[in-house]
């Protein structure tokens, strides 16, 4: 199993550009979600999905958006990009059933907005 | 809201002295409590957790935790820290407001000198 996958490693963005990343489980995992790492903040919660069509949001998701169309794939869109999104973006998946199961995380993104 | 703290930026330790990695939650109802590590450069990594039983959890790497609910904490320990033991320490709570997602503390840097 290749786990939890993302991609790219490294986007600079200009302000006002749009892009996705993208994440993918190869487990069949039913959560998946999206969280950004900033420094002295720990992770915080972007978007989630229970299953394929079913999405909701976090913490923080102003400025993203989220599709969930198969179970393995789960890609995070920046619309318009502002050097506040400037951040480590971690996608993770774990199964549902039992209700507290840990969850896995992919390498991450590092993206820097000009 | 379900919550952790970690009270520490960074903890200094030599190696084969023990540590201990602090970590105090605020939840209403049951805890469901995480420990993750995060290595440079890589995404975060399942030690272990506490959902129910044993106030001792064991995990992964040697390392172990302690429940204590009377002062609302769980600390990460290991007897003997190793070089390697180096890293991003974070510890979670199950956020029941968000499906299975998790609400981290902000992190600590271990750190073990020789």
């Known amino acids: 199993n290749a786990g939890v996958t993302q991609t790219p490693k490294f986007q600079v963005l200009k302000t006002g550009q749009s892009m996705t990343l993208q994440c993918a489980q190869d487990?069949?995992?039913?959560?998946m979600s999206w969280y950004r790492q900033d420094p002295g903040m720990g992770l915080r919660l972007i978007h989630y999905?229970?299953?394929?069509?079913?999405?909701d949001q976090g913490e923080v998701p102003n400025g993203y958006n989220v599709s969930r169309s198969t179970t393995e794939d789960f890609p995070l869109r920046l619309l318009s990009a502002a050097p506040s999104q400037t951040s480590v973006y971690f996608c993770?998946?774990?199964?549902?059933?039992?209700?507290?199961?840990?969850?896995?995380f992919g390498p991450g993104t590092r993206l820097t907005v000009l | 809201a379900q919550s952790v703290a970690q009270p520490e930026d960074q903890v200094n330790v030599a190696e084969g002295n023990p540590l201990t990695v602090k970590c105090t939650y605020s939840v209403s109802g049951n805890p469901y409590l995480f420990w993750y590590v995060q290595y440079p450069n890589r995404g975060l990594q399942f030690l272990l957790k506490y959902i129910t039983g044993d106030n001792l959890v064991k995990g992964s790497y040697g390392f172990e935790a302690e429940f204590n609910k009377s002062q609302t904490s769980f600390h990460l320990k290991k007897p003997s820290a190793l070089v390697s033991d180096s890293a991003l320490y974070f510890c979670?709570?199950?956020?029941?407001?968000?499906?299975?997602?998790?609400?981290f503390g902000k992190g600590t840097s271990l750190l073990v000198t020789p």
């Open positions: 487990m069949n995992h039913e959560y």
């Open positions: 979670a709570v199950r956020d029941g407001n968000s499906g299975y997602a998790l609400n």
């Open positions: 999905s229970v299953g394929a069509g079913i999405t």
């Open positions: 993770a998946s774990s199964v549902i059933s039992g209700g507290n199961n840990e969850q896995f």
